[in-house]
């Protein structure tokens, strides 16, 4: 069945490093695939999405881009922020309109 | 536009107990799904469902989980006779229903600890 395999954390940076977390994904046909984030006692927020190959998903400085042909959707962001800390989910949706989720990654900003 | 709305927030129960957790989907959102989030990992599909309908319920434990979504009202996810492992977050998800890959928004989540 589809799933998603990302990066285990936690992930320790340093205010303004740069910031990748690596997702990869096995599904059949196209899937949509996105980025939550849930903050401490938080339910899950969509930080971006992309629903087709080489689409780039970007919000509030973060990107990632659906690469069909290595089945990964990594999240970057040049410059991170102690806000940022947060736990970071790789999620898809293949149509069937249940979202199947990574374990989530920890990130951790330092100031 | 107020979000997905949970309560309670948190519920502690008895093993052997009954736990009642509710949503209520953003105002025009005519789809749920639930979903739970046991501790340090993601999230898991549990049922999907629509008013009056179970769409898909292929994530849902054989006996002692049930969920609903009636006309009129919040839908309720029900577990009965709770026991230590179903102690986890269990988070609400809506989306309006117009299509394919419709975003789904997601509530504050309810914590259930079993004793």
């Known amino acids: 069945g589809d799933s998603v395999t990302q990066m285990e954390g936690p992930v320790t940076l340093s205010e303004e490093a740069f910031l990748t977390i690596n997702c990869t994904y096995t599904a059949t046909g196209y899937p949509s695939l996105f980025w939550y984030v849930q903050y401490p006692g938080e339910g899950l927020q969509l930080l971006l999405k992309a629903t087709k190959a080489d689409d780039k998903g970007s919000n509030k400085g973060f990107e990632a881009t659906y690469r069909k042909e290595t089945t990964s959707f990594h999240l970057e962001k040049g410059s991170v922020q102690v806000s940022d800390s947060a736990v970071y989910f790789c999620a898809l949706s293949g149509g069937d309109d249940k979202i199947i989720f990574g374990k989530g990654t920890r990130l951790h900003i330092l100031p | 536009n107020a979000g997905v709305m949970q309560n309670p927030r948190h519920l502690v129960r008895r093993r052997g107990q009954e736990a009642r957790l509710r949503c209520s989907p953003m105002?025009?959102?005519?789809?749920v799904y639930w979903y739970r989030q046991l501790p340090e990992e993601g999230l898991k599909f549990m049922v999907y469902?629509?008013?009056?309908?179970?769409?898909?319920e292929s994530g849902m434990p054989k006996e002692r989980f049930s969920a609903e979504f009636p006309k009129e009202g919040p839908s309720i996810l029900r577990i009965q006779q709770v026991v230590r492992g179903d102690s986890a977050a269990y988070f609400c998800?809506?989306?309006?229903?117009?299509?394919?890959?419709?975003?789904?928004?997601f509530g504050p989540g309810t914590r259930l600890t079993v004793l």
């Open positions: 998800a809506s989306s309006p229903g117009t299509g394919m890959n419709d975003e789904q928004f």
């Open positions: 469902l629509q008013k009056e309908n179970i769409i898909d």
């Open positions: 105002k025009g959102h005519s789809h």
